[in-house]
């Protein structure tokens, strides 16, 4: 089937999934949508990211996508269940993902969460995890300090590297067991070395784009829906959108996809009157 997969997320943070699936489904086209006018969503309240979620899943639908993609924790913990009562194709969330890919890595038993401030007081990662393995000791901290820094494109270890010991102290300490950290914000990925010399080496990051572009594979597959050989144009011509500056959208993802990318900005202000 010719139709794109789309992907959403609040920024550049949803990349990081478009990469995996690059890498994993090579023929599949891709059409991602950045709102980062609005990012970072995850200080915001849950119903504004509801909304604004929903917002970019209807501008999405108009190019009748095969399978949406939220790539972006805070919109899955918030308005997943919101997005599968609207749409009738098939929907992947990061968070089921991510905690699966950390149950199959830890082996204390003791995992840790970072996220944004939506993502952890919504609870969805330990419910998520609980769901497969009831119990595991999980910790979780909040690192709102993180994302406009990805935001920005200031996530060298220069830039970045205080504001990630800051941000990760009050989880570093908490149980020396703890064997695995989810990287529970789709921006995380892009200061993951940084992360991981924080944490120590000890402590195994799980990104959860390498998981959720595996769930989609699957999904792709067992319906029937995947492209095949010969199918679309042959490299597929990928588009992204950006609601804010783009610019500084154009510059981050092609530093982080390293290929070409053209970037369309968009204006919410059109969607809205229409
Ligand atoms: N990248 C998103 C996430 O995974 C949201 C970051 C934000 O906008 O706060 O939660």
Known sequence: VRQAIAILDSGVGGLTVAKELMRQLPLEQIIYLGDSARAPYGSRPADEVRSFTLQVVDYLMQVQPKLLVIACNTATAIA?????ARVNIPIIGVITPGARA???TTRTGVVGVIGTEGTIRS???????RKISPNLRFAAAACPLLVPLVESGRYSREEALEAVRFSLEPIRSRDPEMDCLILGCTHYPFLH???QEVMGPHVTLINSAEETAREVSTVLYHKGIQIRPGDP??????????????????????????????????????????
């Not at 959108?241 to 053209?262: A, K, M, N, T, Y």
């Open 123 to 129: 609870g969805a990662y330990e419910k998520a995890l």
């Open 102 to 104: 950390a149950i199959k």
């Open 80 to 84: 997943l269940e919101d997005i599968r």
């Open 233 to 274: 144009p042959d490299p597929p011509r990928h588009r992204f959108l950006c609601s804010g500056d783009p610019q500084l959208f154009h510059r981050i993802s092609e530093q982080w996809l390293g290929s070409p990318v053209i970037v369309d900005a968009i204006a919410w202000q059109a969607i809205r009157s229409s």
């Open 193 to 195: 070395s940084i992360i």
